[in-house]
């Protein structure tokens, strides 16, 4: 769908109402004097459409109307929607109204009333221009929150106030704000098309995965925390169950599988527990297997060491014999002509003259080169032997650290029972603890089900980052604007605007036309006078719209200018301005300037609509024939005869 304006309505406090009626798909022009209200035009449908504020003008507009309305085509469809005029003491208002159909009359006054609010209004107007649920997410680490595309980012396209249509820096309405701009620039790329539905039905799946994942984490680690706080207690239990001959099952270094071996210790009962005297057998084996550890680890360093002083000598010998081998290619024994004269002093050389011979010399440097070659062969080979032996070493430390806190429990115990002579109250003593223990301990989940719930997780947002990649958007956007950077080259050269001989692109960051030069860019801002200001507006906002209407974007599908012919004509203008005033090439060049518009609207009929407000009166019939109404002679927006609020 789309939006476009059929009528702008006002009604007075006493009932009388006011519009002013356009036509879609068309150039409508509103032309007339000064302070008749053309400006407020674009405040009033802006605020209509769930502006945050009133920016209409304070004086008799604000005074003597109390609802503003507008009448809408929305696809084959019309929608009449109304807010009322915020009180004096007040800059906005929550009361709204709207009403949709096939063909929507425009209400009488006493039909007027509150059904809604100016979320109601947004929302609505959102699904009207034809925006669907769409998300931009910031990049990681940014702050800004992430942001759903609206109505009210789509209007940002749409209106030209007067003050903003020859601003040199700001291109769009309202981007004078830091974070308007902000978030047109987040938006753009899904109102140009380069972020697609299925795109952001993938990103938002994406944000919930990521979320579940961050919760099945933090499960897992709180988990693992209480766990591992527990371990060392669990083993030592274990050990001193052994130590006691209570002969607890087996049990895995999983959690849950010692768990149930204290609970199957526990669950004896005292009268079958055999009383025979175990003694330190449990300790004798820790200390067995303590030994045996060092032994190991005694073992393994010696191996480490080895491997270090190979690995260190193998580099000494590199280093030495690259050594020899650079200082017998310096003196050039390869060069066939000195093979019997000597390298250093060309000195002809026999064979019984004592000195060493080339061939000897070459054959020399042939052995270094080999057996370098043979230690850079070897060299991975002695690091990952390094690595592999270093690794077990920390393999052997965790044994150890391990078996010392359960031989230190075994002591603990031993300390504690040594007044007990009976084997069997050593034994009740010790099942009272595991007893204990067990029932402080929270009962903790088995972890294997979260654990696969997280390969789950971390296998699907893997599939999808590929899909929501940045760079897949970033080089259809880059592609979008370029070829709208093309037609806006076209334009200006139509329009024989400052630097249209270079070529001009859009700037993303700055929201604004560069021109790219051999000095470098040109921004806006830097391309002269008024007349350049106001046509790179124009340019810049119809290849938006044209793109927008032929590729049916969800952008409201008109444009709203003020006064482009300003910059023509003096700053204080007579009652009426009339083009045969001006100069030969001003005159040439507004003609051109709004043909330009008329030209651009046709080409793309009926799907975008214009409107001017205007003191400029262009003698051409198809200017004429555009004019929807001419406030002159006491014709204006509000009429004279509504008496002001208390009147």
Not at 75 to 87: E, L, N, T
Not at 320 to 329: D, K, N
């Amino acid at each position: 769908m789309s939006i476009q304006i059929l009528d702008i309505v006002l009604y007075s406090h006493h009932g009388e109402s006011r519009a002013l009626s356009l036509k879609p798909g068309e150039v409508n022009v509103i032309t007339g004097a000064s302070k008749t209200g053309k400006s407020a035009l674009i405040d009033i449908v802006d605020y209509c459409l769930g502006s945050g504020s009133c920016r209409v003008p304070d004086g008799i507009i604000r005074r003597s109307v109390s609802w503003f309305g507008l009448r809408l085509k929305i696809g084959d469809g019309q929608s009449f929607v109304a807010r009322k005029c915020p009180p004096p003491s007040s800059n906005s208002s929550e009361e709204c109204f709207l009403v949709s159909g096939a063909d929507v009359e425009i209400p009488d006054f006493e039909r007027i009333h509150q059904n809604t609010n100016t979320a109601g209004i947004v929302s609505s107007a959102s699904g009207w221009a034809g925006i669907v649920e769409n998300i931009h997410i910031p990049p990681e680490g940014q702050t800004r929150n992430p942001l759903a595309a609206t109505i009210r980012h789509g209007l940002m396209f749409c209106f030209q106030p007067q003050d903003e249509i020859i601003r040199r820096a700001q291109l769009f309405h309202m981007t004078d704000d830091h974070w308007k701009a902000q978030s047109l620039k987040d938006t753009l790329p899904y109102f140009l098309g380069a972020v697609e539905d299925e795109y952001i039905r993938n990103q938002m799946k994406l944000r919930d995965l990521k979320s579940k994942l961050r919760v099945v984490v933090k499960q897992i680690a709180e988990l693992e925390a209480l766990r591992g706080e527990g371990f060392g207690k669990v083993n030592g239990l274990l050990a001193e169950a052994r130590d006691a001959g209570l002969n607890p099952p087996s049990a895995s270094e999983d959690w849950s599988d010692i768990i149930e071996a204290l609970k199957e210790v526990s669950s004896r009962p005292i009268s079958s527990i055999e009383v025979e005297h175990t003694g330190s057998q449990e300790y004798d084996r820790l200390s067995d297997e303590r030994e045996n550890l060092l032994n190991e680890q005694r073992h393994v360093r010696s191996q480490i060491a080895a491997a270090k002083s190979l690995e260190s000598a193998e580099s000494g010998f590199a280093q030495e014999a690259r050594e020899q081998e650079s200082r017998l290619v310096s003196i050039g024994i390869f060069d066939e002509d000195s093979v019997h004269s000597c390298p250093l002093c060309a000195t002809v050389l026999s064979e019984d003259s004592g000195s060493p011979q080339p061939e000897s010399i070459r054959e020399s440097l042939d052995q270094i080169s080999e057996q370098l070659e043979r230690v850079s062969r070897n060299s991975p080979y002695v690091e990952k032997a390094i690595a592999e032996l270093s690794d077990g070493l920390r393999t052997i430390q965790e044994r150890l650290g391990k078996n010392r806190e359960e031989m230190q429990a075994i002591r603990q115990a031993d300390e504690r029972l040594r007044l007990l002579k009976d084997e069997s109250a050593k034994k009740a003593h010790i099942l009272g603890r595991i007893s204990l223990y067990l029932e402080s301990i929270p009962e903790l989940p088995s972890t294997i089900n979260l654990t696969e719930r997280r390969a789950v997780l971390s296998s699907e947002i893997e599939a999808l980052e590929a899909l929501v990649s940045t760079d897949v958007i970033q080089e259809k956007l880059e592609s979008i604007l370029s070829l709208l950077s093309l037609e806006m080259t076209e334009w200006a050269q139509h329009l024989e605007l400052e630097h249209s001989e270079r070529p001009l692109r859009f700037n993303l960051k700055k929201l604004t036309i560069v021109a790219d030069s051999q000095d470098g860019p040109i921004p806006m801002e830097r391309m002269g006078s008024g007349e350049n200001w106001v046509g790179y507006h124009l340019i810049g906002h119809l290849a938006f719209h044209r793109w927008f209407t032929k590729r049916n974007r969800p952008v409201p599908h008109f444009l709203f200018l003020d006064q482009p012919s300003q910059v023509y004509f003096p700053p204080e203008p007579a009652e009426d301005r009339s083009v045969e005033d001006l100069e030969d090439d001003d005159r040439t060049e507004l003609r051109r300037m709004f043909k330009m518009v008329f030209d651009a609207v046709n080409d793309v009929t009926p799907g975008f609509q214009v409107i001017i407000t205007e003191h400029a009166d262009i003698n051409e019939q198809w200017y004429q024939d555009s004019i929807r109404e001419r406030w002159r002679g006491g014709l204006k927006l509000v009429p004279e005869d509504w008496p002001p609020l208390g009147a």
